[in-house]
């Protein structure tokens, strides 16, 4: 008999995740003492209170008798400190449940590796005393946890990001090839400005120095959303866009004459794999050539990595505000 | 191959759902969730399936299964090649089986087994197939006609007493077998009565008895007989006379006959078998030889199919041969003294013998006993006290030639010429002058000597298909025959030995004529010699030990025993056998020779439909139901359609791709 799944509150915490703090390269505004450098300096900032050093803390900080008292390296934090907001999107749709073709082991599906990326920041950012918020995109409705900078709200994002995880992985028993080609094409194409008009409150309501990243795959991406995203890195914040994938739809290994239905508008295609390999490619690149293009222009980033990739390794570089993350094989950045 | 059930094999028609199913099944190309399908272009080609291997594999393999089980549902048979008796309603048989052991039946097939071994397993195959009720019997052809097992319902018991039978080298009795069988069968309850003959049916007889309650099968033995057979071997003077048996020139040619003592091994060179009477020369141990010349050898040959007879134990002859000569000194004497041309004829071989002449010819068989050969000139006409004496020691070993001339028109009444002349012979006039000049009669080159021999008149009779002519005149009739009557030997020439007739004593195949009576007249005067398969009269006590040491059955005649009268034993095989009381070495009285029968040696099968076409012969085939290998076959294309099924994905090249929903591994390794 099967072993029940591990839920993702178990997979986030079977493994320690390194020590990270989630750093801008902006200055943080806000109005919540924070761990990152305020915008506003000014006298009679007063210390409030030890926090454990992360790496990239600033070393003037650092308090050296803490450190003979207790041996540990601790921070002061001062009340001038404002928090930093980390703010997550997760894309939720039908096509981050995919898998990918089964090898010698098994992979985790898109969503899977992204939320639990997605916890693992959130994580992070409320051990950092961020502020947290989250965003979960599917077809039928967005799910929204607004900002808070407090523990109790890192579990409500948790609690988002397992509900999520599970109704993603029901999904994926619909994900069958003759189900879906049953059902048809869906005539109308899928509701897009939804999403747009979330990005755009987004927009208008993080706070300068935010950071947010987007997981998803981008397979559906849309001028309108590009735009929309590239809004978003006004006001000093940084996107950070992780293009999820398996290694499937990154290397196509599909050989002969095979029909592919999209998972989503169950559109169905024919072609022969072999003399389409190529073809593909050069589309799945160039669909988010502009958009990696425009969030570089403004500070932001976009990775892409694939399932098989170790997500411990993927964090760091995504925390490192120079380090790169681990690309995909044969794919420069 | 037949089927009970025909309509049955329309179920193979369940091979078209099969192939529509696999066809169906690959209707549509594989079909894949792929997110990023709408970056790829659509292409207008039908896309298939590929083909899996373990599809065309499946499709074959239940095709095969529908086929099985169609031929099942048939119910098949199949007709094989052993013989079987067919049954009317399913009532019991009684079957007799005459199964041929004469010495013909020791042949050699192509494939090496012998003539006698195919019948046994025929015959054993026959009993096996015997059912509850059935009655069975065998009994042997040999001479005489045995019976080896009495009419039983014990099938077990038939077969073993079939295992244990032995071809022999006895002669062939086919009206004994037969009549033998015939009174088996009407010692049994059943209605439905055979009787199968299972023999290469090498015997005149076949054209004499009748056939038509006799079953022969087709048992394939009809390969020609090629065969040379040591038949006599008598150490007489300063020789061994060796008389061989052979089918043909065939048989012969490149052998060499040897001497060889009792260990097997040879006591003087080699001779070129180049006929089949020769002498040996061999001087005995009174010459200071060491070893003693046991036995004959022919030498192997790939021909010879009967390997058996090839060797032959050296009788020893008398000390001298004595031979009878009759003959008017007044008509066939020289001119230069008072010995007749036969007489002379005779001391002139210088072969050791003792000329008798005779003034009249013997009227009783004890006045005959003496004689190793009794030579006749010109004689006219046997009394029928002397031809009844005559031919009665002929048949026992004894050799006579008759000298036919003018004296056959003189015969007196109640007298004829037999045994030498089947029918009345004439003294008539012709015009051949002698023997071809390109003849090679029996006798050997030098029959061409008597091309011309000048003579006006000869006797003219016609010869029996028994009958063996050595040498012929120019236009066919014949010059010299001989006749072989039981042991013994009868030559007839169509000229006296007189030269005032002709030239025919004159000329050297005259001596070679003479030369060769003698050695068949010393063959035959060798100790005790009787025919395989004859009768010898022992007391009631008396054992007997045959050649291979082995004690053979001494049979009681009557059937009182208090107290028995007479016993008898048969040879089976020819060689020495040692008669006595108690055991082998110290209680033997007397020994006795069985000799081959020349004609066993070298007939020749015939075609069971020579058999049919004298008696109706008749034979069934046997029908073996297969229906077992077919169930058999199908319950493993069973497991082979399960273990394709399951070890399928792992096959070929193309290795399907499924999805697994197996539990999610923890991110963290």
């Known amino acids: ?333 | 191959m037949s089927l009970a059930l025909p309509a049955a094999l329309l179920l193979a028609l369940g091979i078209g759902f099969v192939v529509l199913a696999h066809a169906l099944r690959r209707g549509a190309a594989r079909l894949h969730v792929f997110p990023g399908a709408h970056l790829l272009e659509h292409q207008s080609i039908t896309a298939k399936k590929r083909s899996r291997l373990e599809d065309r594999a499946l499709l074959a393999l239940r095709s095969l299964m529908v086929l099985a089980l169609a031929l099942l549902a048939a119910s098949p048979s199949v007709s094989c090649s052993q013989f079987a008796l067919a049954r009317s309603s399913g009532a019991s048989v009684a079957a007799i089986l005459v199964l041929d052991d004469s010495a013909s039946m020791a042949a050699r097939l192509d494939d090496g087994t012998k003539r006698f071994d195919r019948a046994r397993e025929t015959a054993s195959r026959l009993v096996d197939d015997m059912q509850a009720g059935d009655t069975t019997a065998v009994v042997l052809m040999g001479h005489p006609a045995r019976v080896l097992v009495a009419p039983t319902h014990d099938s077990r018991g038939s077969l073993d007493a079939l295992q244990s039978a032995l071809v022999t080298e006895r002669g062939t009795d086919l009206e004994g077998a037969l009549e033998l069988a015939r009174n088996l069968l009407s010692t049994t309850p059943q209605s439905d009565q055979r009787i199968v003959l299972l023999s290469d049916l090498s015997t005149a007889a076949m054209d004499e008895v009748s056939l038509d309650d006799v079953v022969i099968p087709q048992l394939s033995l009809t390969e020609p007989l090629v065969n040379c057979a040591v038949v006599r071997a008598t150490h007489q003077g300063q020789g061994v006379a060796v008389e061989l048996a052979c089918t043909d020139e065939t048989a012969l040619r490149d052998r060499t006959l040897l001497l060889i003592d009792e260990a097997g091994q040879p006591v003087a060179a080699p001779r070129a078998a180049d006929s089949t009477v020769l002498m040996l020369p061999w001087e005995g141990e009174e010459k200071g030889n060491k070893s003693t010349a046991a036995r004959v050898r022919l030498s192997a040959s790939k021909a010879d199919q009967i390997p058996e007879d090839d060797e032959g134990v050296i009788l020893q002859a008398q000390a001298e041969l004595v031979l009878g000569v009759r003959a008017d000194s007044s008509r066939a004497g020289l001119k230069t003294g008072t010995a007749t041309v036969l007489q002379s004829g005779l001391e002139s071989l210088q072969r050791g013998v003792f000329v008798s002449p005779l003034s009249l010819l013997p009227d009783d068989e004890t006045e005959f006993e003496p004689l190793a050969a009794l030579l006749i000139d010109d004689p006219s006409g046997l009394h029928p006290e002397v031809r009844s004496a005559l031919e009665q020691w002929v048949r026992r070993g004894g050799v006579a030639a008759a000298f036919l001339g003018p004296a056959v028109e003189r015969a007196p009444l109640g007298s004829n010429f037999a045994p030498f002349s089947p029918n009345p012979p004439r003294w008539v006039r012709h015009d051949s002058p002698g023997a071809p000049a390109d003849s090679t009669g029996a006798l050997g080159p030098l029959t061409t000597t008597w091309t011309d021999l000048g003579a006006s008149h000869r006797v003219e009779f016609i010869p029996t298909e028994e009958m063996q002519v050595l040498a012929t005149w120019t236009d066919g009739a014949p010059l010299v025959t001989s006749l072989r009557l039981g042991q013994g030997l009868v030559f007839t020439t169509t000229l006296p030995a007189s030269v005032d007739q002709s030239d025919f004593a004159l000329r050297p195949a005259y001596l070679e004529l003479l030369d060769a009576l003698v050695t068949e007249a010393a063959l035959r005067r060798g100790a005790t010699a009787v025919d395989v398969g004859s009768s010898i009269a022992v007391s009631p006590t008396a054992r007997v030990w045959g050649p291979d040491g082995q004690e053979r059955p001494v049979l009681i005649d009557g059937e009182s025993t208090t107290p028995p009268a007479l016993a008898h034993f048969s040879p089976d095989r020819a060689g020495l056998y040692r008669i006595g009381e108690g055991n082998a070495v110290e209680g033997e009285v007397s020994r006795r020779f069985a000799l081959r029968l020349p004609e066993e040696h070298v007939a020749q099968p015939r075609p069971a439909e020579a058999g049919a076409s004298a008696g109706g012969a008749a034979q069934t085939r046997r029908e073996v139901s297969i229906s077992r290998h077919v169930a058999l076959a199908l319950l493993v294309l069973s497991f082979l359609e399960l273990a394709l099924r399951l070890l399928g994905p792992q096959l070929g090249p193309w290795r399907a791709r499924t999805r697994q929903l197996s539990a999610v591994r923890p991110l963290s390794s």
């Open chain 1, 1 to 333: 008999m099967p072993s029940r799944p591990a839920s993702l509150r178990q997979r986030l915490g079977s493994t320690p995740w390194p020590r990270l703090r989630i750093a801008g390269r902006h200055l943080a505004e806000g109005s919540i003492s924070g761990a990152h450098r305020a915008a506003r300096k000014g006298s009679g900032v007063e210390f409030a209170e030890h926090r454990p050093y992360c790496p990239g803390d600033d070393l003037r900080h650092l308090d050296s008798h803490a450190m003979l008292r207790h041996g540990r390296l601790l921070i002061r934090q001062f009340q001038a400190d404002t928090e930093r907001v980390a703010y997550l999107i997760c894309d939720c749709t039908a096509s981050m449940a995919y898998r990918g073709l089964s090898e010698t082991e098994p992979r985790p599906s898109k969503a899977e590796y992204s939320l639990l990326l997605a916890a693992a920041l959130g994580y992070l950012a409320s051990q950092g005393g961020d502020g947290l918020g989250l965003s979960l995109l599917s077809e039928q409705e967005h799910r929204v946890v607004p900002v808070r900078a407090t523990r109790l709200n890192f579990s409500r994002v948790l609690d988002s990001l397992e509900l999520a995880d599970e109704r993603l992985r029901a999904l994926e028993d619909e994900l069958d090839g003759d189900q879906l080609e049953r059902r048809g094409q869906v005539q109308l194409p899928p509701d897009e400005g939804s999403t747009v008009r979330l990005l755009d409150t987004l927009t208008a309501r993080l706070p300068r120095g935010s950071v947010v990243t987007v997981f998803s795959d981008f397979l559906q991406l849309s001028s309108p959303v590009e735009r929309a995203l590239w809004s978003l890195c006004g006001r000093a914040r940084e996107v950070r866009a992780v293009q999820v994938l398996t290694r499937t739809e990154v290397d196509f290994p599909f050989e002969g004459s095979l029909r592919f239905i999209d998972p989503e508008n169950r559109r169905l295609v024919q072609a022969d794999a072999d003399s389409a390999r190529a073809a593909y490619r050069e589309r799945l690149d160039g669909l988010t050539q502009p958009l990696a293009a425009r969030l570089t222009e403004r500070g932001g980033r976009f990775v892409r990595v694939t399932t098989d990739v170790d997500p411990h390794a993927v964090l760091r570089d995504l925390l490192s505000p120079l380090g790169n993350a681990p690309s995909p094989r044969g794919r420069p950045r």
